[in-house]
């Protein structure tokens, strides 16, 4: 069996769709960022890892609805509930007051439901508090882990590569990251820890597919004629080599997920739909932004030559 | 080296069985957020932040030894504690069932004392006592079934202990109904043949200790919380254990000390404590400060005791008894012997600060899983990994066939690989380490994918057989090399910044791509290798 086999898509003179496209993922991710800093004063639904507060993840009798512990917790002035996979489990949240301990507000909350429904009638199978300062603390570290490995991916394909490489890897990546914050805003996601864990898997997954068209690339750069050869279609002719290879990976990757989606549980569903989003996003951005930025680079700048050996013979240029 | 099939084979096996002994014997450790259980970060309370880096990694440092100290309060096997940043405190309690308990542990001021060292001889008259009164107390009965539990656990030598001797065939079980008065005629005079205390006793190699059998230590416990034992000690005189456990011949014991029951001084006096070396006897030493009031009361106490040992107590366990040589006043000196190393000076001088100024300890961050919650992810997270297994295993059969069954047979030594690699670190599987398992499964199919595709092109320009699978394992290398390196690079940055979980993450990513490197580069040319054994140069193979 061969998928896409001798295929030759014309992908590069296509790549303004793929703008559009792209352009228009990215907007409504920007105007969904937007409206929740409206709405909600945070561009995204950041969960307590990162904002402190309190969660308490209760499992109650099956005859007791979100309505019911609304109305236990100070109805209209209840900390937000929501339910948790199964019919019967449901999480509160709750911010940690100022300078009381964290564990305060959760021990409130549990007094609250123990009198209003019995210390029986629920389990309380999960909390988490953690202080605002830690919080705070983890959105910058979260960052600078991003930032510090774009910076040394760069530098890396710089040496075995090209600069250029190296730039229009970052843009395909940073462009998956925020498609993939777009539609987290936009979903109200949850970002916990696993949530970022998550948005790192996508940041490794895209640029390993960037990298393997890239080193498609290169090795038919370095090939017999290819200096005379249009750039556009050396690309082309790359992306076509590597179709199989995307396909099969990112198919095989998909089915592991899904599977993981549907059998693995609710407390994996919200990080299982973020790797889901990530390998689409990452595959297709390894055709349609990383190789055509590669072209984009390299009309707009020029070579820009970074690392290059002198020794080998002049390569094409794409 | 390596060259031939054969020998890459046996170096596979090795390696695979190394590791897969690794995974069998060592086990996978699940983190709590699959487990259940609790974890709780502390920091030093300084709200004005007023306090120097110094001050603050030497606070840290004390409260790590006191909760190291309570470490046996939790009640659960293997309580991790971590150092973070000389800050911050991890407290991970694998599978809790009093949070408030294990808070009140965690952050309860330490107590330290200064205790005179008794005599041996000054509680001999009140061991039978004792023993009586634990008699009187339990019952024989009661103490009889208390004596079998021991030794349905350990062995029967107890059953003779406790019961004066005798037949050494006593099983658990005779102990427990009973039969067993007929079975051991010494018991006659019962009362006074009974010795459930005093029997569990061994004269200990310091003054003023005795020796407690390991398996003994919750019986001894026991009785010593019971009120009427309390009260048939002698007048201000206390038994207290020591902190550490000693091998002595093939067993293990324990200390218990015989204590003046009041200290003459409690650590709120000592001002400071440092460790150091003496160069000129070559000698570890713990150097120390009492306020002034201290100081007097530590001179005449000291003064009146000049060749008694001074028990160091912190929260109830004694953690050095040195020899008072000389009367001290406010500056003191404890002299370690000359084979001791500095550490073990260095943690006397903790002991002796984390007493001396208690520190106020905040929780900022608190997370209980309960058992059943993680017990679900991890069932459902199985199912759902082999059906993910079964699923890239029928992609691979059905496209590439045989060289598809190499690559399954390929990934297998990886799996084997990543799951004893995270075992022989004594990583913990946590969710987001289930996401780097993930991503490196993927990159490992990914490179078969990658050797395979270029395999088939090579073949399809018409070149023989061996050529194509050469030519393709060494044109797919530079993408599987960059690739995973890039990715690596990610990893290790992640583990230099990141905490905890996704700390686990990094781990999980770096070692499955080295296992996926090894895996595609080495294991699944082996097997090609293999493969094309006794296959001519133009035979057709199937990929």
Redesign the interface.
């Known amino acids: 069996?061969?998928l896409f086999h001798n295929a030759s898509y014309r992908f590069i003179e296509a790549r303004r769709k793929a703008y559009f496209a792209s352009g228009i993922a990215l907007g409504v991710g920007i105007v969904f960022m937007t409206l929740n800093v409206v709405n909600t004063g945070s561009w995204q639904n950041y969960g307590v890892d990162f904002t402190g507060g309190s969660l308490i993840?209760i499992?109650v009798d099956e005859n007791l609805t979100a309505g019911d512990l609304r109305d236990a917790l100070g109805g209209a002035d209840s900390p937000p509930i929501t339910r948790f996979g199964e019919e019967s489990e449901f999480v509160v949240r709750a911010p940690v007051a100022e300078d009381g301990?964290?564990?305060a507000v959760a021990d409130t909350i549990e007094a609250q439901l123990a009198a209003a429904f019995g210390q029986d009638a629920f389990?309380?199978?999960?909390?988490?508090?953690?202080?605002a300062?830690?919080g705070g603390e983890?959105q910058l570290?979260?960052l600078?882990?991003i930032l510090?490995?774009f910076l040394?991916?760069l530098i890396?394909?710089a040496i075995?590569?090209e600069l250029r490489f190296g730039m229009a890897a970052v843009i395909a990546t940073l462009h998956d990251i925020l498609i993939t914050l777009g539609f987290l805003a936009a979903f109200h996601v949850e970002i916990a820890?696993?949530t970022?864990?998550?948005i790192?898997?996508i940041?490794?997954?895209s640029?390993?597919d960037t990298?393997?068209v890239?080193?498609?690339i290169?090795?038919n750069m370095h090939t017999k004629g290819a200096r005379k050869r249009n750039p556009v279609d050396l690309v082309n002719q790359s992306i076509n080599?590597?179709l199989?290879?995307t396909v099969?990976?990112s198919?095989?990757?998909l089915?592991?997920?899904l599977?993981?989606l549907?059998?693995?549980?609710p407390?994996?569903f919200d990080?299982t739909v973020v790797?889901i989003l990530g390998v689409i996003i990452g595959t297709y951005s390894s055709i349609f932004v990383a190789s055509p930025a590669l072209i984009e680079i390299q009309n707009r700048w020029g070579l820009g030559r970074v690392g290059e050996k002198k020794k080998r013979p002049q390569p094409a240029t794409v | 080296m390596f060259k031939t099939p054969r020998s890459r084979l046996i170096l596979i096996i090795l390696i695979t069985g190394i590791f897969g002994w690794q995974l069998y014997s060592e086990g996978l450790k699940l983190g709590l957020?699959l487990q259940g259980g609790m974890h709780l970060?502390l920091?030093v309370d300084d709200p004005e932040e007023t306090m120097t880096v110094e001050a603050k990694a030497d606070m840290i440092d004390r409260v790590d030894r006191i909760i190291r100290t309570r470490i046996d309060e939790f009640g659960v096997e293997e309580p991790l504690i971590q150092k973070v940043g000389g800050e911050r405190l991890i407290v991970e309690l694998a599978g809790i069932s009093d949070q408030d308990r294990a808070?009140e542990i965690v952050q309860r001021n330490a107590f330290l004392e200064f205790k005179l060292v008794l005599l041996t001889t000054d509680m001999t008259a009140a061991l039978s006592r004792i023993d009586r009164s634990v008699v009187a107390a339990l019952g024989i009965d009661s103490i009889r079934a208390l004596g079998a539990d021991v030794v349905a656990s350990e062995q029967s030598e107890i059953v003779d202990l406790l019961f004066g001797g005798g037949d050494t065939t006593v099983t658990a079980e005779q102990v427990d109904t009973a039969g067993v008065v007929e079975e051991a005629p010494e018991e006659e005079d019962p009362l006074d043949s009974f010795q459930p205390f005093s029997s569990k006793l061994n004269m200990g190699d310091i003054p003023g200790t005795y020796l407690i059998a390991l398996e003994d230590i919750p019986t001894v416990e026991l009785f010593l919380a019971m009120d009427e034992v309390q009260r048939a000690l002698p007048r201000d005189q206390a038994l207290q254990w020591g902190m550490e456990l000693v091998g002595r011949g093939a067993r293990t014991y324990k200390y218990l000390w015989v204590l003046e029951e009041d200290p003459f001084l409690t650590g709120d006096r000592l001002e400071t404590a440092t460790a150091g070396r003496d160069p000129q006897f070559n000698q570890s030493q713990v150097q120390f400060e009492l306020s002034r009031a201290g100081g007097r009361t530590f001179g005449q106490f000291t003064g009146q005791h000049i060749g008694d040992n001074l028990a160091i107590v912190l929260d109830g366990l004694v953690q050095s008894a040195p020899v008072i040589r000389d009367r001290i006043g406010a500056r003191g000196q404890i002299d370690m012997g000359s084979g001791t190393p500095l550490e073990e000076a260095s943690d006397l001088a903790l002991v002796l600060r984390a007493g001396a100024l208690p520190a106020k300890i905040?929780?900022?961050?608190?997370?209980?899983?309960?058992p059943?919650?993680g017990q679900?992810?991890v069932?459902?997270?199985k199912?759902?990994?082999m059906?993910?297994?079964a699923?890239?295993v029928l992609?691979?059969l059905?496209?590439y066939r045989v060289a598809g069954m190499l690559a399954v047979g390929a990934l297998g030594v990886y799996v084997v690989l990543v799951l004893g690699g995270l075992a022989t670190l004594g990583a913990v599987l946590t969710?987001?380490g289930?996401?780097?398992l993930?991503?490196s499964?993927?990159?490992a199919?990914?490179a078969n994918?990658?050797i395979f595709?270029r395999i088939?092109?090579e073949l399809a320009v018409g070149r023989a057989t061996r050529t194509a699978v050469e030519e393709g394992f060494q044109?797919a290398k530079?993408?599987i090399v960059?690739?995973n390196?890039?990715?690596l690079?990610?990893?290790l940055?992640?583990f230099?910044?990141?905490?905890?979980?996704?700390r686990g993450?990094a781990v999980t990513?770096s070692i499955g791509i080295v296992a996926s490197f090894f895996s595609a580069l080495f294991v699944t040319r082996s097997f090609f290798l293999l493969y094309l054994q006794g296959k001519k140069a133009s035979d057709p193979i199937s990929v």
């Open positions: 069996m061969r993840q499992q301990s964290i564990g389990e309380v199978v999960r909390t988490e508090q953690v202080g300062k830690v983890l570290k979260a600078y882990a510090f490995s040394l991916t890396y394909l075995r590569f820890l696993p970022v864990a998550a790192l898997t940041l490794g997954y640029l390993n990298i393997v890239f080193d498609r290169r090795e080599e590597t199989p290879r099969l990976t198919g095989t990757t089915a592991v997920l599977a993981l549907v059998l693995g549980g407390v994996i990080f790797l | 957020d970060v920091e808070k905040n929780i900022i961050e608190e997370r209980t899983v309960g059943s919650l679900d992810s069932d459902a997270g199912i759902a990994g059906l993910g297994i699923l890239v992609v691979m059905t496209y969710v987001p289930i996401a780097g993930i991503l499964v993927g990159m199919v990914d994918v990658l595709e088939r092109e044109h530079s993408a960059d690739a390196l890039t990715t690079i990610t990893a940055i992640l230099q910044f990141g905490t905890g979980p996704v993450f990513l």
